[in-house]
């Protein structure tokens, strides 16, 4: 900011698992228990909801299923708590025979089109398998230490670019005492969400950010990320930023960029550092010695987006995570059209 100073059961039993046709297929919704670490996927929106309800996180649409083709099978384990899907029947009557409890079919999958990859974590008790559609998502893991399992199902082909969620990293500006810290926490979540700058903190890596002895965010951040200072636009700029952050990855800025292309980034893996507003709330306007500046201006991480609730997502270093409605964050964005991006 500148110039401003479950663990919870599913009720199996008591949930239904119809699946509803829309004319592009059906959309599965894709669910995250922080206390377990599960995932869980659902054609079954009354089911969504009540888990966002009870604390699970929904991250959106995770692909398409037809409404006929081979079926999906469903199990659920009493001792660990997380559920399996499986194509493979033999797969499925091997866990029923092991304790699992049969929930029947949860969706179906075309005999081809777009794959969804299985990963085993073999250190985790719970949520131990995930399923995804996206390529970055699964190399990710693997790298993680997660067993790549192959393809799972397919989805239907042509909603890869529907649905991105990468799940950048949370990294509290203000709990780690920089009000004015945003672009470098910002940056940072970015990085980690490619695996670079692993074994810094905010406080660390803040230490290093270039700073402009002449007040001009255009060459390095202007004044002071840990106080509020008057008369000082205190940023650091696009340019800037991206030589900072090219020392520890691969960042590029990419300011002037449509959303078009952030979403493109987003598709191929790529987190970005965005310059709006606070709140995405109307610009208030400054004029200083080198240019025009933006006075509520705010920078985050932008994480994702979903085509089909029309949002984006993004982690906010003031605010937490979370989506926002596509003409808010547009409007907001399209004023500078600032942008880094992490690859």
């Known amino acids: 900011m500148k110039r401003i100073g479950l663990l919870v059961g599913l009720l199996i039993g008591l949930i239904c698992l119809p699946v509803s046709a829309?004319?592009?297929?059906?959309?599965?919704?894709?669910?995250?228990?922080?206390?377990?670490?599960?995932?869980f996927y659902t054609a079954n929106t009354n089911e969504r909801d009540h888990l966002t309800r009870v604390g699970w996180r929904y991250e959106g649409i995770g692909w398409n299923a037809p409404t006929s083709g081979n079926p999906v099978y469903r199990l659920y384990n009493p001792n660990a708590g997380d559920h399996h899907y499986t194509l493979n029947a033999g797969e499925r009557d091997t866990l029923k025979?092991?304790?699992?409890?049969y929930e029947g079919i949860s969706w179906y999958s075309p005999g081809s089109g777009a794959p969804l990859y299985r990963l085993y974590n073999p250190n985790a008790r719970s949520g131990s398998h995930h399923y995804t559609l996206y390529a970055y998502e699964r190399d990710d893991l693997k790298r993680a230490g997660w067993r790549d399992e192959g393809i799972a199902w397919f989805g239907l082909q042509g909603n890869g670019s529907d649905y991105v969620l990468?799940?950048?990293?949370?990294?509290?500006?203000?709990?780690?005492?920089?009000?004015?810290?945003c672009e470098a926490a910002a940056l940072l979540q970015a990085l980690q969400t490619k695996g670079y700058a692993r074994n810094y903190n905010l406080k660390s890596f803040i230490k290093e950010m270039p700073l402009a002895a002449d007040n001009n965010p255009n060459h390095g951040f202007a004044g002071r990320p840990d106080i509020v200072?008057?008369?000082?636009?205190?940023?650091?700029?696009?340019?800037?930023?991206?030589?900072?952050?090219?020392?520890?990855?691969?960042?590029?800025?990419?300011?002037?960029?449509?959303?078009?292309?952030?979403?493109?980034?987003?598709?191929?893996?790529?987190?970005?550092?965005?310059?709006v507003t606070l709140?995405?709330?109307?610009?208030?306007?400054?004029?200083?010695?080198?240019?025009?500046?933006?006075?509520?201006?705010?920078?985050?991480?932008?994480?994702?987006?979903?085509?089909n609730s029309n949002t984006y997502h993004v982690s906010d270093p003031n605010a937490g995570k979370y989506w926002v409605a596509a003409n808010k964050f547009e409007a907001s964005y399209n004023l500078k059209k600032y942008a880094v991006v992490v690859r």
Request: charged letters at 10%.
């Open 22 to 39: 829309k004319a592009a297929g059906v959309a599965m919704s894709r669910l995250y228990n922080p206390n377990s670490g599960e995932h």
């Open 97 to 101: 025979r092991a304790g699992w409890r």
């Open 166 to 181: 990468l799940n950048a990293p949370y990294i509290n500006q203000n709990s780690a005492g920089l009000p004015m810290g």
């Open 229 to 275: 200072m008057n008369n000082v636009y205190q940023s650091i700029f696009p340019a800037p930023l991206a030589s900072w952050g090219s020392r520890y990855g691969k960042v590029a800025n990419i300011s002037g960029s449509s959303t078009n292309t952030l979403k493109q980034e987003l598709r191929n893996g790529n987190p970005v550092v965005v310059y």
């Open 279 to 307: 709140n995405f709330a109307g610009p208030q306007y400054g004029n200083y010695f080198w240019g025009t500046g933006i006075n509520n201006a705010h920078i985050m991480t932008l994480d994702g987006y979903n085509q």
